[in-house]
């Protein structure tokens, strides 16, 4: 008969120094155990005669089994091994989700990166850290920048070597690199070079990777990366114009965001550098800047980005309910701008840019209708005239942001905001 209550499963953090360095209570409750869970390298950690618990490794593939799993053993005393602190990227915050934090006791051990940040000296807090456990490389690139450290989770043995090559492709050939492997275990080895330098064999697959970054080319954490920074066939929001609309935007950590004709894929990515919880989705026609959105989002460090090729609004159908949505082309299309304020999320927000009579039309309707603001953006940029300097401005471009009512307004009311022209001269 089963119990209305279950057991509280433990989780315990283990370190490459094993049973020696568990506390007191981590050993209680794992000889107590009846079922211990774990990967085989944790498994292989506790001695023979530790605990008289079946021991069992997780089945693959982990998250679909996890519920059924802890249903069938609900009665038993079950103890989970984890490496270090199992709420730092770690299974201990997965089986808060599946279970609830009711379910579940957490003894930790200390980090991977802890571990490495007291043998380096470094001040932790300072320091950036990037998981590539399950992430590419190029997720790196987000927290590149002159003088930064770095500390990256490694996937396995094979990682410092792509790192070191990704580090000199983004122009950091001379950041030092030390690989910490088996920290804190009895086959605990450092290993140091510079990246471009590097030619280390592949060693132990438990290792962290810390970079100091050195010199190298610097990009601005504001929306607004320079036009450089982006390839593009000409399709790209100007970063004047880019960063206001950014700021219309407003990403929060862990919204959503779609971008609606994403063209080269500077909102998307820029939305998804502002905050490491961000996501977004750039919908794109064209095949080509499809694959112009992909080479730009790894370079700039967000490989994350989904990129859904199609034409709006059918390409929007299946996608998850956004928090926001920008549209940059494709307003005056049927049905685009009624579908993408049909999915925005209650309370959501919605920003449009156009540059064309026709677009600024539907704007002017749609504002009309649902108030919000319209602004329009003049862009100047100093360029040679002869021997001097002069003012070469670019099509002006009409913003709408909206946070769209429970039901449409008439067009016979006053809109919410008036109006703004704003003329941005660098």
């Known amino acids: 008969m089963r119990s209305e209550t279950p057991p509280v499963v433990t989780v315990v953090g283990i370190g490459a120094g094993g049973w020696q360095d568990l506390s007191g209570t981590a050993r209680t409750r794992l000889a107590d155990a009846e079922l211990i869970l774990g990967g085989p390298r944790q498994l292989a950690l506790l001695p023979p005669d530790a605990t008289s618990a079946a021991r069992r490794p997780w089945p693959t593939p982990l998250l679909p089994a996890l519920p059924c799993l802890f249903e069938a ?53 300072r320091a950036d850290v990037v998981s590539l456990v399950t992430a590419p490389v190029a997720s790196l690139g987000r927290a590149l920048n002159p003088g930064r450290r770095i500390l990256v989770l490694a996937a396995g043995a094979d990682t410092p070597a792509a790192v070191a090559g990704y580090l000199t492709t983004r122009g950091f050939p001379k950041a030092r690199l030390t690989v910490l492997e088996q920290l804190g275990g009895p086959d605990e080895r450092v ?10 064999p592949s060693g132990d697959p438990l290792n962290v990777i810390a970079v100091e970054c050195g010199d190298g080319p610097a990009l601005p954490v504001v929306p607004g990366l320079p036009d450089g920074a982006y390839e593009s066939d000409g399709q790209l929001t100007k970063r004047e114009v880019r960063a206001v609309t950014l700021a219309a935007l407003a990403p929060a950590p862990g919204e959503l965001l779609w971008d609606v004709g994403a063209g080269s ?21 064209d095949a080509g800047r499809v694959a112009t959105i992909t080479a730009n989002a790894a370079a700039l460090g967000v490989p994350g980005l989904r990129v859904v090729h199609g034409p709006a609004p059918e390409a929007l159908d299946g996608l998850p309910v956004p928090d926001t949505i920008f549209i940059g082309g494709g307003v005056t299309r049927d049905g685009v701008l009624a579908k993408c304020l049909e999915m925005l999320r209650p309370g959501g927000r919605l920003v449009a840019n156009a540059v064309t009579v026709e677009s600024e039309a539907v704007l002017a309707g749609a504002y009309a209708r649902l108030g919000g603001e319209l602004t329009r953006l003049t862009v100047q940029r100093g360029s040679p005239v002869g021997g001097f300097t002069g003012w070469r401005s670019f099509m002006p471009v009409t913003i709408w942001t909206v946070t769209p009512m429970t039901a449409p307004r008439q067009t016979t009311v006053t809109p919410m905001t008036a109006p703004r022209e704003t003329t941005v001269t660098p």
């Open 73 to 125: 053993e609900r009665d038993r005393r079950i103890c989970v091994l984890a490496s270090g602190d199992p709420m730092f990227h770690g299974i201990g915050a997965t089986l808060a989700r599946v279970l609830g934090p009711d379910r579940l006791r957490v003894l930790p051990h200390p980090s991977s990166v802890s571990l490495a940040a007291a043998r380096l000296g470094w001040d932790l807090a």
């Open 191 to 200: 290993l140091t070079g510079s990246a471009g330098d590097w030619a280390m």
């Open 265 to 285: 894929g500077s909102i998307g990515i820029e939305w998804l550098r502002s905050h490491p919880a961000c996501r977004a989705v750039a919908i794109e026609s």
